[in-house]
């Protein structure tokens, strides 16, 4: 399915992100591929109400999104946090077409 997202996904970040959403989009597939379960899991555990859980998906997310918003402003990306944004609900949605095993969802 991670292929999917990545003959999707590129298409969609390009209009936004230009060459830099490459290595982004590289390195998501990548996880994509190699830990699909983890993906799943993580997924699920976005759910979850444990504070436990909800912190540690908290700072991951928070994490993500500085090293996301940290590539776009190192390279002088314009509206580095909406593009950001973008990026990272548009992975949000491959996630979930990976799951549901549904690529449409990435169809534009």
Known sequence: MGKNCRV???????RFTGWIGEGLIAAYEEILTTHKPEM????????MQEESIREAIQGGFREIRGIVL??????????????ALLFLARSMLCNISMALSLPELMKS
Do not use: V, Y
């Open 70 to 83: 940290e590539a776009f402003q190192k390279n002088a990306i314009s509206n580095s946090e909406e593009r």
């Open 40 to 47: 799943l899991l993580e997924m699920h555990a976005q759910t």
């Open 8 to 14: 999707l996904l590129p298409s969609h970040c390009h």
